[in-house]
């Protein structure tokens, strides 16, 4: 059962997937089996005749996606570890199709690759490329870290609404707010892997680019994994300077309103 074009069309987005691994590795972002990502690759795939192996079952969902029915997603393996993704990322990651009614999905046989199961933020990654379809249909890319800065900051009462968290992070460098003018938001604790994460995550990410996790990790959207990469490195960089500063003893002044106000003034409102 042969899916051999289909595999050469995955080669340069599995390698890209590859890179961001190494990064999330490097960043010390990833311990053990710590993320996953995914990205919707169905506009990527026209013309080739991708073939469903009946004789691999389709799995149930525990809630169905209608409007993701025939989309094909690329999405890491569930305990797959970055460090080891970032070196064979065909063998830590599969294709997915979803089934006609959206009820279920079904790994694609690739020639020559193990089989390995979706992340078991599955859910969380569909709701998302869902609300992603009907609202911002250039975003195909979705990634889960658990970014150590964040995840620090997700500890503190102070920053437990969007509001607030994107205050802060836009606080502490000009280009966070340039770069991220939506902010990040808030999402209060919720149960690894469940339907209520991914429903609540799906709707916070309506919204904004980026979501913290309490005391969890965070999740970033955007056209491509490279892309989704850069917004949660630029967040982090926001805590880590926060956490810096804040080390000397002193409470961070952050940037004032003012700055903000000029900010936003020179680089959005002449555009
Ligand atoms: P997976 O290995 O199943 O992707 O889980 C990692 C994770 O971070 C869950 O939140
Ligand atoms: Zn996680």
């Known amino acids: 059962m042969g899916n051999s074009k289909g595999i050469a069309v995955l080669k340069?987005?599995?390698?890209?997937?590859?890179?961001?691994?190494?990064?999330?590795?490097?960043?010390?972002?990833?311990e053990r089996n710590?993320?996953?990502?995914?990205?919707?690759?169905?506009?990527?795939?026209?013309?080739?005749?991708?073939?469903t192996d009946k004789a691999i079952k389709a799995t149930p969902l525990e809630m169905p996606f209608p409007d993701l029915a025939g989309e094909l997603i690329l999405i890491s393996n569930s305990?797959?570890?970055?460090?080891?993704?970032?070196?064979k990322p065909a063998k830590f990651s599969c294709l997915i199709k979803i089934e006609s009614k959206g009820e279920a999905y079904r790994i694609i046989r690739e020639e020559g690759r193990p089989q390995g199961i979706p992340t078991s933020e599955l859910l969380s990654h569909l709701a998302i490329h869902?609300?992603?379809?009907?609202?911002?249909?250039?975003?195909?890319?979705?990634?889960?870290?658990?970014?150590?800065?964040?995840?620090?900051?997700?500890?503190?009462?102070?920053?437990?609404?969007?509001?607030?968290?994107?205050?802060?992070?836009?606080?502490?460098?000009?280009?966070?707010?340039?770069?991220?003018?939506?902010?990040?938001?808030?999402?209060?604790?919720?149960?690894?892997?469940?339907?209520?994460?991914a429903k609540a995550s799906a709707e916070k990410l309506e919204k904004y680019p980026a979501l913290l996790?309490?005391?969890?990790?965070?999740?970033?959207?955007?056209?491509?994994?490279?892309?989704?990469?850069d917004i949660m490195d630029m967040a982090a960089k926001a805590a880590k300077i926060y956490f810096m500063a804040s080390s000397s003893g002193q409470r961070p002044d952050g940037l004032g309103l003012l700055h903000i106000d000029q900010i936003k003034e020179h680089y959005f409102k002449k555009k």
């Open 130 to 197: 869902d609300m992603l379809m009907k609202n911002k249909p250039h975003d195909r890319a979705v990634i889960h870290s658990h970014v150590t800065e964040l995840i620090a900051l997700s500890h503190m009462s102070e920053v437990h609404s969007s509001e607030s968290l994107s205050r802060l992070l836009w606080s502490m460098h000009p280009e966070i707010l340039m770069f991220l003018p939506l902010g990040m938001g808030f999402l209060p604790f919720q149960l690894p892997g469940t339907i209520e994460l």
């Open 79 to 87: 305990g797959s570890r970055m460090r080891e993704f970032s070196k």
């Open 12 to 30: 340069p987005i599995r390698a890209e997937m590859a890179r961001i691994a190494s990064y999330l590795w490097e960043k010390g972002w990833a």
């Open 213 to 229: 996790w309490e005391k969890h990790g965070c999740i970033s959207t955007a056209a491509s994994i490279s892309e989704a990469f």
């Open 34 to 51: 710590a993320g996953n990502f995914s990205i919707r690759i169905t506009e990527d795939i026209p013309l080739i005749q991708i073939i």
